[in-house]
């Protein structure tokens, strides 16, 4: 090997170490900035997935700004390494990908003989609208086609960045209509199909539940129920007491959160801070917000009585840039009660250590006033995102198998 050969090696190697070390650097400090509270569960492995997930974020935003991968893409790749190869369908549950009006699905139907025709639930999955997909969900449909011998279709809606809202509620409506209409292939009865789905998935099943019922075009039939797990409801306030005392925690952060919002609204992330503080609501829209949106709606073991929120005054120009996302459609929490009373019997499931805990909470509330049958679990030692992780190996948490028990118990009942 000659000198110069040696040089380039040498500095190749520098290179490399240099960025794994600017990597290491970057992860130590976004985990330490995180807090994982004692009542939460087998906190070395959410350490490890925190660790991981801060490692392709860090990896992501760096090779963005070297001009080689867009973040975003970066991290989809990373979280659907999560979910493995495919593996064939189990004994009884047949799989088949197809299109529903053009938007990709993947549907679960039990073969065992059915006297009577079945139930089905559409499932939207999370992921912020920005990253997840039918593969990542693949486990977590089976269990629940299996258990509950529902008929399941798993939507792939079109995502942001590329895809601002409502892209996603668009495809989520037109897979459902197909799906509604067709039900007989499938030995579904129309009557008994549900809309589901976790994080931005539950909220995509509100939001759209609310579309449907306010339709003028309702040849089909509506929804027999909604199964909401940890779903984002509303973009008004990020103070509410779960935001406040989970803010820090994994794997989803109160910061992250607005992240997500806003790349599916608009993308304008300049105004982050603002929405976080509350600068982006006009006084008499908070007035409006509070009869809802009022911590002394909570439960009182889930209210924060040692931290009062701080009145912020708002920016009109903020205002402007994300108004769109105080409407029902992104912030189904915020529809009026003529709306919401409207909304079929449904479930909720939130997570103690969860920021977007009181969005589940409060939603519940509006519900049981206006006369709507809510089923409410609230998983004491969970946190955002435990249903990602289902299946998933030594990475399935025990609160996880919790989440998803309660859900296939109540999808028997439809």
Request: aromatic share 10%.
């Amino acid at each position: 090997m000659d000198i110069g050969t040696a040089i380039l090696i040498i500095g190749f190697a520098a290179l490399v170490a240099a960025f794994c070390l600017l990597v290491i650097g970057l992860v130590f400090s976004e985990v330490m900035n995180s807090e994982i509270p004692p009542g939460v569960s087998n906190h070395g492995k959410l350490h490890f997935v925190h660790c991981w997930m801060v490692g392709i974020a860090v990896g992501g935003r760096i090779l963005e700004r070297l001009g080689l991968c867009h973040q975003v893409r970066f991290t989809r790749w990373c979280t659907d390494c999560i979910a493995g190869r495919k593996r064939p369908p189990p004994a009884g549950l047949r799989i088949k990908d197809s299109t529903f009006a053009g938007v990709p699905v993947r549907i679960y139907e039990p073969t065992a003989v059915s006297e009577h025709k079945r139930r089905g639930l559409v499932y939207f999955h999370g992921g912020g609208w920005v990253i997840g997909s039918i593969d990542l969900y693949d486990e977590v449909c089976r269990h629940i086609a299996k258990e509950s011998d529902t008929v399941v279709v798993s939507v792939g809606y079109r995502l942001a960045p590329e895809h601002r809202y409502p892209a996603a509620l668009d495809d989520c409506e037109l897979a459902t209509h197909h799906f509604l209409s067709v039900a007989a292939e499938f030995n579904v009865d129309s009557l008994r199909v549900a809309l589901g789905g976790d994080s931005a998935g539950g909220n995509l099943a509100a939001a759209l539940s609310q579309r449907l019922a306010t339709s003028p075009d309702r040849h089909l039939p509506s929804p027999c129920a909604l199964v909401l797990i940890y779903p984002a409801l509303q973009m008004a306030d990020f103070n509410l007491p779960s935001y406040r005392q989970n803010h820090a925690v994994p794997v989803l952060f109160r910061a992250r959160m607005v992240f997500y919002y806003l790349q599916y609204l608009n993308g304008d992330m300049s105004v982050c801070q603002d929405v976080i503080e509350g600068r982006h609501v006009p006084a008499e829209l908070k007035l409006h917000y509070s009869k809802w949106l009022d911590p002394s709606n909570l439960p009182p073991e889930f209210q924060d009585g040692t931290q009062k929120q701080v009145a912020t005054a708002h920016d009109g120009e903020v205002y402007h840039i994300v108004k769109g996302g105080l409407e029902p459609g992104i912030s189904p929490l915020l529809a009026e009660d003529e709306v919401l009373r409207l909304t079929p019997p449904t479930f909720i499931l939130t997570c103690q250590y969860d920021v977007l805990r009181d969005d589940g909470i409060l939603f519940r509330k509006r519900l049981q006033d206006l006369g709507v049958k809510v089923t409410w679990y609230n998983i004491p030692d969970g946190f955002h995102g435990i249903i990602g992780f289902f299946a998933k190996g030594w990475l399935n948490f025990p609160a996880g198998v919790r989440v998803m028990e309660h859900v296939v118990n109540y999808v028997k009942t439809l």
